[in-house]
Each structure stands twice: as structure tokens, then as C-alpha cells.
């Protein structure tokens, strides 16, 4: 199954505690928790470019499977790390967060990102 598409955030748990977690101030939090967040995947073989659209907060990502990649933080750091492809599985880690992207079905892809033992899981559909 290939990843390309367009997925819309239709649900989302811990997510104030993850933000707490790794920095992000809480009048931020407040404002992201009720937005429904737009990813965008294009995937090329193993290249790969990932734009999420949060309201106004446009994050975007390229990166190769299994090469090293500058990628952007959820607090717009950017660091530099590898993404390595396990089946239907997207993982990374990026400065102490673990992040897990599954595509679980043709229309469902659940992120979760767990950063000192708090998950975030945020689950999109298929536009």
C-alpha cells in the first residue's frame, strides 16, 4: 500500500500532555487542540515529502528511507535523523520523540509520537 494521499485528522488523544511535554507554550496548545490538522504524503519510490497543514502552521518534510534527512520538529526545530521503512510502518526519532506512522488501512493512518513515556496518537482518514 502506498502512503500518497490526502489524510484529515478526525481524532486525537493526549495531546495537551505530549505538547506540555516537549516545550510547546500553552497558549499554542490551546489553539492547535481543536484545529483538524491536513497531511499531505507524496511518496516516490523511498522518497518521500510530508506537508501538515495545522490552520496557519504549515510543516513540511522530504526525506529518503534509511538516509539521514533535516526534518522539522512539531516545535519548528529542525534536527537532523533517519526514517526507516518496516512494512506498512514509517519510524523516526527526533530528539527524544518516537514517532510511529502506520498505514493501518487503504483510508487510516495513525501517528504516534511518545516522548517520556507519554504517546500522542493522532488518527487521519482518507480525504
Not at 24 to 50: A, C, M
Request: net charge neutral; proline share 1%.
Amino acid at each position: 500500500m502506498s502512503f500518497s494521499g490526502k489524510y484529515q485528522l478526525e481524532t486525537h488523544e493526549n495531546f495537551e500532555a505530549f505538547m506540555k511535554a516537549i516545550g510547546l507554550p500553552d497558549d499554542l496548545i490551546q489553539k492547535g487542540k481543536d484545529i483538524k490538522s491536513v497531511s499531505e504524503i507524496e511518496e516516490n519510490g523511498n522518497s518521500f515529502k510530508v506537508t501538515v497543514t495545522t490552520g496557519t502552521k504549515v510543516l513540511c518534510n522530504n526525506f529518503t528511507i534509511g538516509q539521514e534527512a533535516e526534518l522539522e520538529t512539531l516545535t519548528g526545530e529542525k534536527v537532523k535523523s533517519v526514517v526507516m521503512r518496516d512494512g506498512n510502518k514509517l519510524k523516526v526519532s527526533l530528539k527524544g520523540i518516537e514517532s510511529i506512522t502506520e498505514l493501518v488501512d487503504a483510508n487510516t493512518i495513525v501517528n504516534t509520537m511518545t516522548v517520556a513515556g507519554i504517546a500522542y496518537k493522532r488518527t487521519s482518514k482518507r480525504m
